[in-house]
């Protein structure tokens, strides 16, 4: 299985970028997909997670109004459109899979992981 993150870059404070995660080697479309993000020093973080219908999304509490996360199960991606970006949004995202009836809000839910994008946002 291979998840693959991409988009990430440097973006000035209240700027947008869109981040996309292609998955392989996976049953896509039957899993829940999240993002998570890691910040130096700090802890990974739950972002946004979204089931395999994508009728149901999930956001921390930070994100929400202010990130986006879809899917295409026909493409197998998955993607964060982040909007109004902050110097705090700075950190490296990861995308993530998990079976069904995992915990989505938390890494422990999520089987498997890609090797994560930068953001880096100026203030």
């Known amino acids: 299985v291979q998840l693959q993150a991409s988009g990430g870059g440097l973006v000035q404070a209240g700027g947008s970028l869109r981040l996309s995660c292609a998955a392989s080697g996976v049953i896509f479309s039957s899993y829940i997909m999240g993002w998570f993000r890691q910040a130096p020093g700090k802890e990974r973080e739950f972002v946004a997670a979204?089931?395999?219908?994508?009728?149901?999304?999930y956001y921390a509490d930070s994100m929400k109004g202010r990130f986006t996360i879809s899917r295409d199960n026909a493409k197998d991606t998955v993607t964060l459109q982040m909007n109004t970006l902050k110097p705090e949004d700075a950190a490296v995202y990861y995308c993530?899979?998990?079976?069904?009836?995992?915990?989505?809000?938390?890494?422990?839910?999520?089987?498997?992981w890609g090797q994560g994008t930068l953001v880096t946002v100026s203030s």
């Open positions: 993530a899979a998990g079976r069904p009836g995992g915990r989505v809000g938390q890494a422990i839910g999520y089987d498997f």
């Open positions: 979204i089931r395999w219908s994508g009728d149901s999304t």
